[in-house]
């Protein structure tokens, strides 16, 4: 993996062609690391995404007292661990650090972690995880740089959130499959890594009913044992593919992938002009050139509405369609960061207030260097700079890399003309980097 003075060079204007096998879930796999540390018996996770996000959580695992090893096929062994803060400097690297708190308080009955970092897409607060703890008998002290969690035991309760949060649902779970007596998670996530983690918790000896819904009633045991659990395929992946297809043209193949996760983009992707095949484990997305992309309007949701994590790459797609399309932001403020880059790339693109996004199409865009903000802003980018003319230098390339695993080599296999390259130290550090 790349070092922070690394960049992406793309020529665009070549279509897409081939096959891709997408990678586990970086979003699946970073929880049910966390969980490894409910139990002192080893957690063997198999499809684990390479990204520089689970080689971090790895990392903090092994300083809390942990062991991990393994790439790809990834065994924790937390017996040994006893540690409960997690150190500044990682912790703040992303913002699945989060998700360590339910699961240390859940064990040792203590958890210090800092404030989440992660992308800067807005404040995401973690109110709704914090308030759902203290009604299952942890004591929370908060600072602005850390929460400390502390519990003797902690108790079922019955969890309401206001709004569905994926890592404040993953977050009680591991709190709760250890809790004395019930808990209830009412507006639960329901995205596919979220169930995936269930499916692994269950595993591991947790009761779970209700997994796919929004209500989840977890009964607490006193007792979780090791498992063996293949991570699910990345379907924010699969769907940054398929959008990138559909705006440069071509034909690919995505295997590794479910098609049933995605049936929101796949429809949209159809209406805007695209043809779709779909079948078990796969799916086929094509467009010839000379078919113009129709403006779809799209709004944000949690699953299984849009995916937030596919909105930037959705909205480089529509400034390539002929006539206005609104995008509309529901699920996070303050993520509409990747405009500013593709308007300088040519992109027409008005902001309305904090959620609403006009799209002017089609737009002549032309390769030029820009900075990469947060990782699916950085997917955006690559999808603009495929579809320009001339030559992107895209910094800050490490973001993608916390997120998409060999996105150069796998883009490359399919006649994308996309590499790696090492910016001089002086260049790198005139731009200022986002955790």
């Given at each position: 993996?790349?070092?922070?003075?690394?960049?992406?060079?793309?020529?665009?204007?070549e279509q897409l062609a081939g096959k891709i096998c997408v990678s586990g879930s970086k979003n699946a796999a970073l929880p049910e690391m966390a969980a490894a540390?409910?139990?002192?018996?080893?957690?063997?996770?198999?499809?684990?995404?390479?990204?520089?996000?689970?080689?971090?959580?790895?990392?903090?695992?092994?300083?809390?007292?942990?062991?991990?090893?393994?790439?790809?096929?990834?065994?924790?062994?937390?017996?040994?661990?006893?540690?409960?803060?997690?150190?500044?400097?990682?912790?703040?690297?992303?913002?699945?650090?989060?998700?360590?708190?339910?699961?240390?308080?859940?064990?040792?009955?203590?958890?210090?972690?800092?404030?989440?970092?992660?992308?800067?897409?807005?404040?995401?607060?973690?109110?709704?995880?914090?308030?759902?703890?203290?009604?299952?008998?942890?004591?929370?002290?908060?600072?602005?740089?850390?929460?400390?969690?502390?519990?003797?035991?902690l108790r079922g309760g019955r969890i309401v959130f206001d709004l569905p949060t994926v890592t404040g649902t993953e977050n009680i779970l591991l709190a709760a499959?250890?809790?004395?007596?019930?808990?209830?998670?009412?507006?639960?996530?329901?995205?596919?890594?979220?169930?995936?983690?269930?499916?692994?918790?269950?595993?591991?000896?947790?009761?779970?009913?209700?997994?796919?819904?929004?209500?989840?009633?977890?009964?607490?045991?006193?007792?979780?044992?090791?498992?063996?659990?293949?991570?699910?395929?990345?379907?924010l992946e699969a769907g940054t593919y398929a959008i990138a297809t559909a705006a440069a043209g071509g034909e690919l193949l995505i295997e590794c992938t479910r098609?049933?996760?995605?049936?929101?983009?796949?429809?949209?992707?159809?209406?805007?002009?695209?043809?779709?095949?779909?079948?078990?484990?796969?799916?086929?997305?094509?467009?010839?050139?000379?078919?113009?992309?129709?403006?779809?309007?799209?709004?944000?949701?949690?699953?299984?509405?849009?995916?937030?994590?596919?909105?930037?790459?959705?909205?480089?797609?529509?400034?390539?369609?002929?006539?206005?399309?609104?995008?509309?932001?529901?699920?996070?403020?303050?993520?509409?960061?990747?405009?500013?880059?593709?308007?300088?790339?040519?992109?027409?693109?008005?902001?309305?207030?904090?959620?609403?996004?006009?799209?002017?199409?089609?737009?002549?865009?032309?390769?030029?260097?820009?900075?990469?903000?947060?990782?699916?802003?950085?997917?955006?980018?690559?999808?603009?700079?495929?579809?320009?003319?001339?030559?992107?230098?895209?910094?800050?390339?490490?973001?993608?890399?916390?997120?998409?695993?060999?996105?150069?080599?796998?883009?490359?296999?399919?006649?994308?003309?996309?590499?790696?390259?090492?910016?001089?130290?002086?260049?790198?550090?005139?731009?200022?980097?986002?955790?």
């Amino acid at each position: 993996m790349g070092g922070r003075d690394r960049a992406l060079h793309i020529t665009g204007g070549e279509q897409l062609a081939g096959k891709i096998c997408v990678s586990g879930s970086k979003n699946a796999a970073l929880p049910e690391m966390a969980a490894a540390l409910l139990t002192t018996e080893p957690v063997t996770l198999q499809n684990v995404p390479r990204v520089t996000d689970t080689v971090l959580m790895g990392e903090i695992i092994s300083l809390l007292g942990g062991h991990t090893s393994g790439e790809g096929t990834v065994v924790i062994d937390a017996g040994a661990a006893g540690k409960t803060d997690v150190p500044d400097d990682l912790g703040r690297r992303m913002r699945a650090t989060i998700v360590l708190l339910g699961a240390l308080v859940a064990r040792f009955g203590h958890a210090r972690v800092p404030r989440p970092g992660g992308d800067d897409i807005g404040a995401r607060r973690v109110e709704q995880h914090l308030r759902a703890l203290r009604q299952m008998g942890a004591h929370i002290n908060e600072t602005h740089n850390e929460i400390v969690a502390t519990a003797d035991r902690l108790r079922g309760g019955r969890i309401v959130f206001d709004l569905p949060t994926v890592t404040g649902t993953e977050n009680i779970l591991l709190a709760a499959v250890t809790a004395d007596g019930q808990t209830e998670i009412f507006n639960a996530a329901r995205e596919p890594h979220v169930q995936d983690l269930c499916r692994l918790l269950t595993k591991m000896g947790a009761q779970i009913d209700g997994i796919g819904t929004e209500r989840l009633i977890v009964d607490g045991t006193t007792d979780l044992s090791g498992a063996e659990h293949t991570v699910i395929s990345d379907y924010l992946e699969a769907g940054t593919y398929a959008i990138a297809t559909a705006a440069a043209g071509g034909e690919l193949l995505i295997e590794c992938t479910r098609a049933e996760d995605l049936e929101l983009l796949l429809l949209k992707l159809e209406q805007a002009g695209a043809r779709v095949q779909t079948g078990d484990g796969w799916f086929r997305i094509a467009r010839d050139r000379q078919t113009p992309l129709q403006p779809i309007d799209m709004s944000t949701w949690t699953f299984p509405g849009f995916p937030t994590d596919l909105q930037a790459q959705y909205m480089a797609l529509m400034t390539q369609a002929d006539g206005e399309s609104v995008i509309s932001e529901y699920v996070h403020e303050n993520r509409f960061q990747h405009v500013r880059e593709l308007a300088k790339m040519g992109a027409g693109i008005t902001v309305e207030g904090r959620l609403h996004a006009i799209v002017h199409g089609p737009a002549r865009l032309r390769g030029t260097e820009l900075a990469i903000p947060d990782i699916r802003s950085g997917a955006a980018l690559v999808i603009a700079a495929l579809c320009a003319e001339g030559d992107s230098v895209l910094r800050n390339a490490w973001h993608v890399e916390r997120g998409y695993e060999d996105m150069v080599g796998k883009l490359s296999s399919v006649g994308a003309r996309i590499k790696s390259v090492r910016l001089d130290s002086e260049a790198a550090a005139g731009h200022r980097l986002y955790e």
